[in-house]
């Protein structure tokens, strides 16, 4: 059995999205919990077993997941008909763990730092700075081969292709 721990309008809203794009809403329950709110509302669940009380956190059979960069991964690689993971031996799982560890650890604290209004320059040091972010993101994107008669296209991600019942491609 798999449970998805969720609190709508918060960071686990991303796996429920991710859940959608692997076609796997049926196979995994959706456990609605509360969680402390920036705004002071909410509170602790009794019912969320994470460890910090927060989400997203997955069980499966008994065994927890936490980590948004952590279920991503996992539920790539258990849903693997959908093709949104690169399997263990592939030469590209490398880079591929290298981004979702890189968000996680790059990219998500140097744009919540900035959402709260914190800015230091040993941060900048530490993480990178918004600019560098999106110099290394567009550097990625903008070395891949495009189309020609020897290249083949990007990989399709759920960044490049429409969600499941849209019209339009999932952007950032």
Not at 99 to 105: I, Q, S, T, V
Not at 136 to 153: F, I, K, M, N, Q
């Amino acid at each position: 059995m798999i449970t998805l721990f969720h609190s709508p309008r918060s960071r686990s809203t991303r796996i429920v999205a991710l859940l959608q794009e692997l076609d796997a809403l049926e196979a995994v329950g959706i456990e609605i919990v509360t969680i402390p709110r920036m705004d002071g509302s909410g509170g602790r669940d009794p019912r969320n077993p994470h460890p910090d009380g927060k989400v997203p956190l997955l069980v499966h059979d008994g065994v927890q997941v936490w980590e948004s960069s952590a279920i991503i991964a996992y539920l790539a690689d258990l849903f693997p008909q959908a093709g949104l993971g690169i399997p263990a031996g592939d030469p590209q799982r490398g880079p591929y763990l290298s981004w979702l560890a890189w968000y996680a650890g790059v990219v998500e604290p140097v744009l919540t730092l900035k959402a709260v209004g914190v800015d230091h320059p040993a941060l900048a040091r530490t993480f990178r700075t918004e600019a560098e972010i999106e110099a290394r993101l567009s550097e990625a994107l903008t070395d891949r081969p495009t189309s020609s008669a020897t290249a083949s296209p990007p990989p399709t991600s759920c960044c490049t292709r429409p969600m499941r019942g849209s019209a339009s491609p999932a952007g950032p």
